[in-house]
């Protein structure tokens, strides 16, 4: 079973609506994030959660929000979804090891294709 | 401000040979830097990571090499086969304890393609 799942796999919706994207993991990290890419591009941060009650706001946060709902749940919205929009999104996540030889390697889910119509 | 980013944005090789992706980056304070692969339809997979208190890296027929002087990093993959062709990123994080830590920023990717 995968670590990192990501529901739904592909959307297509239309400008105006409300849409939720949906994360889970069973790695059991106190880290999760959210990263949009689009093509020819890197990931780019959208928010990010370092336990149930820390929500931080990345580099393209306009226009998204997020809910930690659980450690292993983390939803990303977009309440009036646009065509600019239409992207990849990938969940990932992390553990916690504080000190400086801490590693932050993040595992990613298999994203989820959007298409704002 | 942090970046990273990339000098060739498609790479393309022999099944056999050697390959090298270069990477740039700007933000000296970054202590930490990881090379992903991605391939088609697939979220990024680690390959191999390096500390800024380390100039090189060897993992199974992959090289991270760390030049802190330049702000440079490159993966060099040792007899590169069909199944190496992906999208390969560099990613950086921040200094440990600073606001950043934790975080990752990514390149833009090149795009590896082996040929048979």
């Known amino acids: 079973d995968a670590d990192v799942t990501q529901t739904p796999r592909n959307r297509i919706t239309k400008t105006g609506k409300r849409i939720m994207l949906e994360c889970s993991q069973t790695?059991?990290?106190?880290?999760m994030y959210w990263y949009r890419q689009d093509p020819g591009l890197g990931l780019q941060l959208i928010y990010y959660?370092?336990?149930?009650?820390?929500?931080n706001k990345g580099e393209i946060s306009d226009g998204y929000s997020v809910s930690r709902q659980a450690q292993a749940k983390f939803s990303l919205s977009l309440e009036s979804a646009i065509p600019n929009q239409t992207a990849l999104y990938f969940c990932a996540t992390s553990d916690h090891m504080p000190g400086t030889g801490a590693k932050n390697e993040q595992f990613f889910g298999p994203g989820t294709r959007l298409t704002v119509l | 401000g942090e970046s990273v980013g990339l000098h060739l944005p498609t790479l393309s090789v022999q099944e056999g040979d050697n390959s090298i992706i270069n990477c740039a980056y700007s933000?000296?304070?970054?202590?930490?830097f990881i090379w992903y692969k991605q391939e088609s339809g697939k979220g990024p997979q680690f390959i191999i990571d390096i500390r800024s208190n380390m100039d090189k890296r060897q993992g199974q027929r992959v090289t991270v090499l760390l030049n802190k002087t330049v702000k440079h990093l490159s993966l060099q993959i040792a007899a590169t086969q069909p199944g190496d062709s992906a999208v390969y990123f560099c990613a950086e994080a921040g200094d440990a304890g600073g606001t950043s830590y934790g975080k990752l920023t990514f390149g833009q990717g090149t795009i590896l393609t082996v040929h048979p």
């Open positions: 959660s370092f336990d149930v009650k820390d929500i």
């Open positions: 790695k059991g990290h106190d880290r």
């Open positions: 933000n000296s304070a970054s202590d930490y």
